[in-house]
């Protein structure tokens, strides 16, 4: 795994876990010698990971379309800055710059940006890893939905399999790194 693309918050939500846990993801990534890849901007928890990635001696690149450019959200420092015309341009870049996903605590484009990976993993069109950094039991509701379309028959419980979870960021990365061929059942 050279590459990790993480979906995050442009908040930092209101609990100081989340910001330390975004810190913790970023400097993991540097010491372990794998490239963050994400949404390029200097806000929220986005902007803690990258900046803590960066800090610890690490590689980032980030994918933004031009439009949060011009709204000055953009990440100057980064080792690489990507600017594209659109949101669905960023998230194909993201993933085809990626080895794995994780997921953190974020709102609305966070969701979005999982759903869509799980998604073109569920219908092949990748193989990657996704974990949840299930930051004080953030996504536990996600979970529980996860569980609740399996049991009505709307998902299969191999596809649900392939959303690993760990409330800690050294094991999610372990576990990410372990996996050879995620679920595709």
């Known amino acids: 795994m ?6 995050c918050g ?16 970023g400097r993991l990534l540097a010491e372990r010698d794998i490239t963050l890849v994400y949404g390029g901007g200097n806000v929220g928890l ?8 960066l800090a610890a001696g690490g590689r980032v690149i980030g994918v933004i379309p031009q439009s949060m450019v011009e709204r000055e959200i953009a990440h100057l420092a980064l080792t690489h800055l990507r600017i594209v015309n659109s949101m669905h341009e960023r998230k194909a870049m993201m993933a085809e710059l990626a080895d794995a996903f994780i997921a953190m605590p974020g709102g609305f484009g966070t969701f979005e940006e999982l759903f869509e990976i799980l998604t073109w993993r569920q219908i092949r069109l990748h193989e990657k890893a996704l974990g949840l950094l299930n930051v004080e039991g953030y996504f536990d509701p996600l979970l529980a939905l ?4 399996v049991n009505e028959g709307f998902l299969r419980a191999g596809h649900r399999a392939n959303l ?3 409330a800690r960021a050294a094991d999610l990365l372990a576990v990410l790194e372990g996996c050879q061929k995620p679920v595709i059942a």
């Open 2 to 7: 050279r590459s990790v693309c993480v979906f």
């Open 10 to 25: 442009s908040s930092f939500g209101r609990r100081q876990s989340y910001a330390d846990a975004a810190a913790e993801v």
């Open 46 to 53: 986005m902007g803690v990971t990258a900046d803590a990635c």
């Open 146 to 149: 996860a569980d609740h379309a």
């Open 164 to 166: 690993l979870t760990s």
